[in-house]
């Protein structure tokens, strides 16, 4: 069965301090990996994916995730946390051309001025 | 969410009765999915379609109904069978339903249903 989990249910950071969102994954077969944002009562902004190559990702709005193959996790990092960041993230995988995503529960990052 | 649109935005119902979601996307992609939101449980997929005129059940398909009758429309109907309805519904579409898993997956705005 693939999962993925999210071993934190909220993460805080100051303003300016660097960021990190963990997420690991169990799957049988290449992972694909994804990283999700989601604004209260809106729907999911895709941040970034890992699909093969270079394991640093760089994507939207400065974030970054890094892709571990030994230690199956995609952390989400951010050098320089904005209160805007401010939101509810999810990682997900995806191992098969069906096109489904497995998601993680979701953390909920809060960063404070 | 570009591309994807779901209407009501807010839904509510009453115990008993069927309740039709709408999802419409102009992103010619193939691959359509519904999945439901409750907090601290992340996303479950209910039902998806890799082409017109075909669907499969995802992980809590009981107590929802779908149809694909043109590529650019999935609506979901949540029936009196479902048990708990109340949630966020979010619907999302891949380019490519038959054959990519690099395809980045789009989402909608959601519609929230509140069962009175």
């Known amino acids: 069965a693939q999962s993925v989990a999210q071993p934190e249910d909220q993460v805080n950071v100051a303003e300016g301090n660097p960021l990190t969102v963990k997420c690991t994954y169990s799957?049988?077969?290449?992972?694909?990996l994804f990283w999700y944002v989601q604004y209260p009562n809106r729907g999911l902004q895709f941040l970034l994916k890992?699909?093969?190559?270079?394991?640093l990702v760089k994507g939207s709005y400065g974030f970054e995730a890094e892709f571990n193959k030994s230690q199956t996790s995609f952390h989400l990092k951010k050098p320089s946390a904005l209160v805007s960041d401010s939101a509810l993230y999810f990682c997900?995988?995806?191992?098969?051309?069906?096109?489904?995503?497995?998601f993680g529960r979701g953390t909920q990052l809060t960063v404070w001025p | 969410d570009g591309g994807i649109t779901q209407s009501p935005k807010y839904l509510f119902r009453k115990e008993g009765q069927n309740v039709t979601l709408s999802c419409e996307q102009n992103l010619n992609h193939d691959a359509m999915y519904w999945y439901r939101q409750d907090p601290g449980q992340g996303l479950r997929l209910i039902y998806y379609s890799q082409i017109v005129n075909d669907f499969q059940k995802g992980d809590i398909a009981e107590g929802y109904s779908v149809s694909r009758e043109k590529k650019e429309s999935f609506p979901l109907t949540v029936t009196s069978a479902q048990k708990n309805p109340t949630a966020f519904y979010l619907c999302a579409s891949n380019p490519d339903g038959q054959g990519s898993s690099t395809d980045t997956q789009y989402f909608g705005p959601g519609t929230r249903l509140t069962v009175l």
């Open positions: 890992y699909i093969t190559g270079d394991n």
């Open positions: 799957v049988s077969g290449n992972p694909y």
């Open positions: 997900a995988v995806r191992v098969s051309t069906l096109g489904r995503l497995y």
